[in-house]
Nanobody, 114 residues
C-alpha cells in the first residue's frame, strides 16, 4: 500500500505559479507510474501529468508548456510545477500512484483568480 499526502495548493492570481508536492509513505523508485489528476466542480476527474518509474513524462494537452512533473526519489516525493495559471485551472488536484492498483491522496485545492 501507498499513502499519499499532497501540499502546495492555494489561491493565486491568473498568470501566477504554484508547486504542488506529493509525499509518499514508501519508496517511489519502483512505483510504475505516479501522477497528478484534477477535478473541477461539476466535472470528471482528469489526468494532468504523469511520470513513470523510468522517468518518462506525459502532460494533458490543455496545460502543455505550463507544467513540469518531477520527482525526488530520496524524499519519496513527486512535484508538479504549474506556471501561467488560468482561472480554468481551478480544481482539486489529486496525487496518484499506480502499482497495479491505484492509490490516491486526499487532494489539494488550487484556486486561480482572474
Amino acid at each position: 500500500q501507498v499513502q499519499l499526502v499532497e501540499s502546495g495548493g492555494g489561491l493565486v492570481q491568473a498568470g501566477g505559479s504554484l508547486r504542488l508536492s506529493c509525499a509518499a509513505s514508501r519508496s517511489i523508485s519502483f512505483i510504475r507510474r505516479m501522477g497528478w489528476y484534477r477535478q473541477a466542480p461539476g466535472k470528471q476527474r482528469e489526468l494532468v501529468a504523469t511520470i513513470t518509474s523510468g522517468g518518462s513524462t506525459n502532460y494533458v494537452d490543455s496545460m502543455k508548456g505550463r507544467l513540469t512533473i518531477s520527482r525526488d526519489i530520496t524524499k519519496n516525493t513527486v512535484y508538479l510545477q504549474m506556471n501561467s495559471l488560468k482561472p480554468e485551472d481551478t480544481a482539486i488536484y489529486y496525487c496518484n500512484a499506480y502499482t497495479g492498483t491505484d492509490y490516491w491522496g486526499q487532494g489539494t485545492q488550487v484556486t486561480v483568480s482572474s
